[in-house]
């Protein structure tokens, strides 16, 4: 996790995340302040109940990303960013200025418009937040920055909270809060003015004022890239289900675990601390690049720790009220619950962060900001459900634990959906688990494959699973060639169907499928995509590599693109390989945790890419590792 971390020392990244970290604190820090001194104050300030107010803070707060966020998207894509944040902190200044007026005054509707000013300026700094980020950074460090501001904001969620909370108590509190809110929106202000220039994308865009039409056309906009629109959808999914476990954590600290205020605080730093291990984790389980198989798992633990929370519960009012922290503690239930709450954190970082990376990497630039424009409405839209979905069910008569079970449930359901209708998530889940738990791989010269234009990569083929390990390394989708036999098999044909493998047979068992399978190549190679080929034509018996066939150079007689040769190493003697007999026919033949090896060659020009020639290459990459 080094190199994220690093990224903290760089001036294209530090003065960004303290910005944003910044904001993130104060938003939370005043927000939890306001809702503290209505709910203990109310009574002197107006005639409505504390548990009225309190939602009408946060719809006030909310209602602002449904307003501005079409605006803010546009702004975001129009304008330089750096400048664009300047400005969005010096409007925090002037509102956290409001904030010590209102204070001062005691007005409660002063106090709830600076909340509705503070979700106006959240709702502009959005878009240009999380679109800044592929601008400032290189392809490679997406996860890693996404997932410093992922954990950064939820550490700043969970700080702000506890400082509102604790300040807003203490004698002249809300001076104190007051004066807190403003000196750290100065900080913040400070902090964004080293932020490097980032240019306009969209510099020459006319922007719609109107918040309607405008919100209807984003929300469409966001539509035009499929897996972007469902990468948004899962975004939006994982803060319903959020939102719908942190509005339950006040009832169930209080009537379930017996606790105090203070309860209500550790579950809430439980859930943050998963949060941000998650997201750190993130860099190291995914090596650095956009990896979509962490979705699927994320997923898979956020259902299996909901479940357990739900099984873990107490009974209600098993254990009174009211208790100290201590005591909670000093029970095994509380530590199971404690756990839940942490792993479900943990793998909702594992689900969030590839999310957000690849809407990122695979928006167009030139409206990438108003893409995450729209990614906020329906976040927001989400999380409005969510409230209304946890109220209803409540007064129905379920409770907080089977609310929790009915969210893991569903969650169940809505990833299922998702990963149907974009079989690319499980595939790399597929691929992510067989490089993470059958084997260990190590690649070297990752970089020599091109980030973009048609390539052919030829490898050695010693395994059935040969070209999953090179999917795993690959950052790019490569279109594999391979016998219309393995392309059949019942295991991994959904694998090499989703990967969009090209079925191919020879000439003496179905010329017409042969063919096909070249002029397939060819469309792939001209649509600019990766070609993966096994020139030996067949899997090893006996670990040696065959001579590799004609069919390589009839490709690029073709279309002459730059050849990747590469070689496995390791393989020979695993589970998927044909030594001493058929394949898959000894479980354990070398135990778990095999170490295997991917090593890349610098690109070889067409022309001088002769079968022969790419055999010894092959040949001494692989040296005497079979």
Partial sequence: MSTQFKLLEERRFLPFFLTQFLGAFNDNFYKNALVVL????????????????????????????????????????KYEKSRLIRFTKLLEIVIMLLAGVGFGLGSLSLMLTVLFLMGT???????????????????????????????????????????????????????????????????GYLASRRIPLAAAADPGLRVNWNPVSQTWHMVQFTRRNRTVFLSILGVSWFWFYGALFLSQFPAFAAEYLGGDERAVTLLLAMFSVGIGAGSLACEKMSAGRVELGLVPFGAIGLSLFALDLWW??????????????????SRFETWRVLFDL?????????????????????????????????????????????????????????????????????????????????????LRFIVWMLVHTVYRLRIEGIERVPDEGPALIVANHVSFVDALIIMAACRRPIRFVMDHRIFRWPILSFAFRTSRAIPIASAKEDPQMMERAFEEVSRALEAGDLVGI???????????????????????????????????????????????????????????????????AEPVVAQEASPQSLQDIVARLRGEHR
């Fill in 121 to 187: 300026q959240s709702a502009i700094f959005g878009p240009v937040k999380y679109a800044i980020i592929p601008q400032q950074l290189r392809e490679e460090e997406l996860v890693g920055g996404n997932a410093l501001v992922e954990a950064g904001t939820f550490v700043a969620i969970l700080v702000g909270t506890i400082v509102g909370g604790l300040l807003i108590a203490v004698p002249n509190g809300p001076t104190w809060v007051s004066g807190g809110v403003l000196a750290v929106a100065v900080a």
């Fill in 342 to 426: 942490v792993m479900i954190g943990v793998f909702g970082g594992f689900f969030i962060v590839p999310l957000y990376a690849l809407i990122q990497s695979r928006s167009e630039p030139s409206h990438r900001s108003r893409i995450i424009a729209g990614n906020n409405i329906l976040n927001a839209l989400f999380m409005v459900i969510a409230a209304g979905m946890g109220a209803g069910l409540l007064a129905a008569g379920l409770s907080v634990p089977q609310l929790f079970l009915v969210t893991g449930l569903l969650n169940a359901a809505v990833a299922l959906y998702i990963f149907t209708l974009v079989p690319e998530f499980l």
């Fill in 534 to 600: 096994f020139p030996e034509g067949r899997i090893t018996d006996n670990g040696d590599l065959y001579p590799f066939r004609p069919g390589v150079t009839r490709i690029l007689e073709r279309n002459p693109v730059p050849v990747v040769p590469m070689a496995l190493r390791g393989l020979w003697g695993s589970f998927f390989s044909r030594k001493d007999g058929p394949a898959m026919s000894r479980p354990f033949r070398r135990g778990a945790f095999n170490r295997i090896g991917l090593i890349i």
């Fill in 312 to 329: 873990a519960s107490p009974a209600l009012g098993a254990y009174g009220t009211n208790l100290p922290v201590s005591a909670l503690l």
């Fill in 38 to 77: 209505i709910t203990f104050q109310a009574a002197q300030l107006t005639s409505l109940s504390p548990g009225v107010l309190v939602n009408l803070a946060a719809g006030v707060f909310i209602l602002p990303f449904f307003l501005f966020s079409a605006t803010a998207g546009q702004l975001a894509d």
